[in-house]
C-alpha cells in the first residue's frame, strides 16, 4: 500500500513538469539492428565460416572414432582379451577426446558470438543515443520490453541506416 501511494504521489507531483514539456517516446528493436546492420551480417558471415571449418574437422574425427567402434564389434570378438582391452581403451580415449573437443568448440564459438554481438550493440547503443539527441526523445525503450505501441515511434530503421553509414565509413578507412 505505501509503494502504491509513493508512486502515485511521484507521478500526481511530476505531472506539472511533464505538462510543460512535450513528452516524445520513441522504441527501438535491438535485436533487428544487430541482425539487419552490415556489421551483424558480416560477423555471421564469418561465424558461419568458422563453424563449416570446424564442422569438417570434427567430421573426420567421428569418422575414425566409428572405423575403431566398427573394428571393435567385428575384430573385438576374435581378439586376445589384452588386444580387445587395448582396442577398447583406443575407442574411449578417442571418442571423449572427440566430445571434449566437440563441447570445447561449440563454446568457444558461442563465445565469440557474444564478443561480436556486444561490440556491435555498444556501437549500436551509441546511435540510438544520437538519434535520441538529435530527434529530442525523452525516452527510448528497447521493443522487447513494450507489449504494444505505434509503429510511427519505431526509430530501428533510422538508427539501422545511421549506423550503417558509419560502418561502411569506417570499413573504407581501413581498407
Same mark, same amino acid.
Given at each position: ?19 510543460? @514539456? ?8 535491438? %535485436? &533487428?539492428?544487430? $541482425? ?13 565460416? %568458422? ?12 569418422? @575414425? ?17 589384452? @588386444? ?10 578417442? *571418442?571423449?577426446? *572427440?566430445?571434449? $573437443? ?5 563454446? /568457444? ?17 551509441? =546511435? ?6 538529435? /530527434?529530442?526523445? =525523452?525516452?527510448?525503450? /528497447? &521493443? ?11 526509430? =530501428? ?5 545511421? *549506423? $550503417?553509414? &558509419? *560502418? ?8
Amino acid at each position: 500500500m505505501k509503494k502504491s501511494l509513493a508512486i502515485f504521489l511521484a507521478v500526481f507531483l511530476s505531472a506539472p513538469v511533464w505538462a510543460q @514539456e512535450k513528452v516524445r517516446i520513441a522504441f527501438v528493436d535491438m %535485436q &533487428r539492428a544487430l $541482425n539487419e546492420s552490415q556489421a551483424g551480417r558480416k560477423g555471421r558471415e564469418k561465424l558461419q565460416a %568458422q563453424l563449416k571449418k570446424v564442422e569438417a574437422e570434427f567430421l573426420k574425427e567421428e569418422q @575414425e572414432v566409428m572405423r575403431l567402434k566398427s573394428d571393435l564389434d567385428k575384430r573385438g570378438p576374435l581378439l586376445r582379451e589384452e @588386444e580387445r582391452r587395448n582396442l577398447e581403451k583406443e575407442f574411449q580415449r578417442k *571418442y571423449l577426446a *572427440y566430445q571434449r $573437443n566437440m563441447r570445447d568448440s561449440q563454446e /568457444e564459438l558461442r563465445h565469440r558470438e557474444g564478443e561480436m554481438a556486444a561490440e556491435i550493440i555498444k556501437e549500436l547503443q551509441k =546511435t540510438v543515443a544520437e538519434v535520441g539527441r538529435s /530527434e529530442k526523445l =525523452t525516452l527510448i525503450l /528497447e &521493443r522487447s520490453q513494450v507489449i504494444y505501441s505505434d509503429q510511427g515511434l519505431d526509430i =530501428t530503421d533510422k538508427v539501422i541506416e545511421i *549506423y $550503417n553509414k &558509419r *560502418y561502411s565509413e569506417k570499413a573504407a578507412k581501413g581498407k
